[in-house]
């Protein structure tokens, strides 16, 4: 089985910008989960999809959404970007999100570089 | 509100010694635990994880991992570390409370394992 794919693997932004990044989960799973890692604040949560539908959302300003669709591929979008967004964005999947114990699988990461 | 504590930036052992990674978490409910490795450049892998049962849990490359509910704890182990051990460490809890929407995975900030030959 394919592992996560995310696309674009590496991106340069300037501010103001916005920037779309893409993420297919492995076959089968149906909840996508976003995260961005700094060095400074390590692994944060940003959102969790499951059925095109948002269920989770972390501490992060409205300038950061996503959405899923049908086939549970998902993406995310970062409008008006700012020098601290600067950061690895990395996108995961599970069988199912919930109460459910399931571990996830992460992707490569994108990552995303502000000047 | 759930929250995980990896109290050590960074753990140094010599090659062959046993290791421990250090995590204790909060969380209302049982807990499911979960330890992830992130090698340089490349997203986080699952190690293993505590549903329930067995307080000792093992997982992939030899490591294991024991859940103490007492001391709220679920520090990672290795009996003899190898030098491809080295890398990134994450502890993460997710709540198992009932109808409960806030039940998103939390991770600790990390833990930088050097393995030192």
């Known amino acids: 089985k394919a592992g996560v794919t995310q696309t674009p693997r590496y991106l340069i932004k300037t501010r103001g910008q916005q920037v779309t990044l893409s993420c297919s989960p492995i076959?089968?799973?149906?909840?996508v989960s976003w995260y961005q890692q700094t060095p400074g604040q390590g692994l944060q949560f940003l959102f969790e999809y499951f059925s095109e539908t948002q269920r989770n959302k972390g501490n992060f300003p409205g300038r950061f959404s996503g959405r899923q669709f049908s086939n549970s591929r998902s993406e995310m979008n970062v409008s008006t970007l700012e020098l601290g967004d600067s950061a690895l964005y990395l996108c995961?999947?599970?069988?199912?999100?919930?109460?459910?114990?399931?571990?996830?699988?992460f992707g490569p990461g994108t990552r995303l570089t502000v000047t | 509100a759930q929250s995980v504590a990896q109290p050590e930036d960074q753990v140094n052992v010599a090659e062959g010694n046993p290791l421990t990674v250090k995590c204790t978490y909060s969380?209302?409910?049982?807990?499911?635990l979960f330890w992830y490795v992130q090698y340089p450049n490349r997203g986080l892998q699952f190690l293993l994880k505590y549903i329930t049962g067995d307080n000792l849990v093992k997982g992939s490359y030899g490591f294991e991992a024991e859940f103490n509910k007492s001391q709220t704890s679920f520090h990672l182990k290795k009996p003899s570390a190898l030098v491809s051990d080295s890398a990134l460490y994450f502890c993460a809890v997710r709540g198992t409370l009932p109808m409960n929407r806030d039940d998103k995975i939390i991770f600790g900030k990390g833990t930088r394992l050097h393995i030192l030959p």
């Open positions: 969380v209302s409910g049982n807990p499911y």
């Open positions: 995961a999947s599970s069988i199912l999100p919930g109460q459910a114990p399931y571990e996830q699988y």
């Open positions: 076959s089968g799973h149906r909840s």
